[in-house]
Each structure stands twice: as C-alpha cells, then as structure tokens.
C-alpha cells in the first residue's frame, strides 16, 4: 500500500489538495484547504489518497476510494457525502 511521502503547502494549485503519484507527495493549499469543515478535510485527503492508491487521475474513482474509506473508518455516511 503507497503512503504520502511527504506533505507540503501549495499556493499554486487551483484546488484544497493534489497529491504527485509518482513522488508521493500530498501538496495543500491552504487558501482553499482551511476554509473546509473537518470531514471535508478527511474527505479532501482520502480522495487524493485514492488517487494514490489507484495510481489514477480518474476523480470519480478516487471520489469513490474516499467514500468507502471514510465510511470504513466509522464517520457518518451522510456527512461524507455532503463533503
């Protein structure tokens, strides 16, 4: 299983969260990023972890990875989906 190798800020990407898959590298931008509730943030970072997992930029795959990985670790399916 991949792991982040390293977290960085960003100010350059256009989106909360992006991680490189080759590197491992999970870049945040905080301008977006802290403006997020809590589980919007798991979710932001279960997504990209999907990303990384899949080795895929596909977004509906990684959205999908992060649903059922938030979903397995026990938060509330209703406000996974609202994030």
């Known amino acids: 299983m991949k792991q982040f190798t390293d977290i960085q800020e960003n ?8 991680v490189c898959r080759k590197t491992g590298v999970l870049y945040i931008n905080p301008r977006y990023f802290d403006k997020l509730s809590q589980a919007s943030k798991n979710f932001v970072i279960a997504h990209e972890y999907g990303h990384l997992q899949n080795n895929s930029s596909n977004e509906k795959a990684a959205d999908e990875y992060a649903l059922w990985k938030r979903i ?11 994030s």
């Open 72 to 82: 397995g670790l026990g938060d509330d399916s209703i406000s996974v989906l609202k």
């Open 11 to 18: 100010l350059f990407i256009d989106t909360p969260a992006a």
